[in-house]
T-cell receptor, first 115, second 113 residues
Framework: GAGVSQSPSNKVTEKGKDVELRCDPISGHTALYWYRQSLGQGLEFLIYFQGNSAPDKSGLPSDRFSAERTGGSVSTLTIQRTQQEDSAVYLC?????????????FGPGTRLTVL | QQQVKQSPQSLIVQKGGISIINCAYENTAFDYFPWYQQFPGKGPALLIAIRPDVSEKKEGRFTISFNKSAKQFSLHIMDSQPGDSATYFCAASNRNRDDKIIFGKGTRLHILP
């Protein structure tokens, strides 16, 4: 596709519910990243994938957060038992390859509101 | 520990003026320093980036100044225009290691018409 796409663009959920956020990276990009953007907190790294594997999960805030990537393409970020502090914009980025020469392209984000 | 510190949090500049945003970093292993521009409702987009082996990089009206010994870098926007109004993030990464971008907290820039 032309760019990184994310769905849904907005998600409102009740505390305690599970949510799934989807990221479609640029076709052919092997690396995929998830970030969280909270008001006043900038962008926080969550997890990255090289192909379908996630060598670095260090940024996931708790075990309620998980992510997977299938077929080296689409990724899903799942938040179980959502809490109000999970409210934020979740951004996905992809790059052609991980490393020296590769720019990360960001999607528009999913705005999650937990009531 | 905040690895990349950015200031100011918000900035108002007259049209035609110079906008200056400053950042400082802690980790000397960082080897790539990008600046991102974000408009409301959009994801961040790479604006300009620099490596620590140069002290300045200029692209059009945007210039990065880099001071390796002080571990500081800054973005200068010359002849600022209302269309430059956005949130700007400085960032740093170690591209030889994991390419994970560490962002500053952002500066909301508003250019007065």
């Amino acid at each position: 596709g032309a760019g990184v796409s994310q769905s849904p663009s907005n998600k409102v959920t009740e505390k305690g519910k599970d949510v799934e956020l989807r990221c479609d990276p640029i076709s052919g990009h092997t690396a995929l990243y998830w970030y969280r953007q909270s008001l006043g907190q900038g962008l926080e790294f969550l997890i990255y994938f090289q192909g379908n594997s996630a060598p670095d999960k260090s940024g996931l805030p708790s075990d309620r957060f998980s992510a997977e990537r299938t077929g080296g393409s689409v990724s899903t970020l799942t938040i179980q038992r959502t809490q109000q502090e999970d409210s934020a914009v979740y951004l996905c980025a992809s790059s052609l390859v991980r490393g020296l020469i590769s720019e990360q392209f960001f999607g528009p984000g999913t705005r999650l509101t937990v009531l | 520990q905040q690895q990349v510190k950015q200031s100011p949090q918000s900035l108002i500049v007259q049209k035609g003026g110079i906008s200056i945003i400053n950042c400082a970093y802690e980790n000397t292993a960082f080897d790539y320093f990008p600046w991102y521009q974000q408009f409301p409702g959009k994801g961040p987009a790479l604006l300009i980036a620099i490596r620590p082996d140069v002290s300045e990089k200029k692209e059009g009206r945007f210039t990065i100044s880099f001071n390796k010994s002080a571990k500081q870098f800054s973005l200068h926007i010359m002849d600022s225009q209302p269309g430059d109004s956005a949130t700007y993030f400085c960032a740093a990464s170690n591209r030889n290691r994991d390419d994970k971008i560490i962002f500053g907290k952002g500066t909301r820039l508003h250019i007065l018409p």
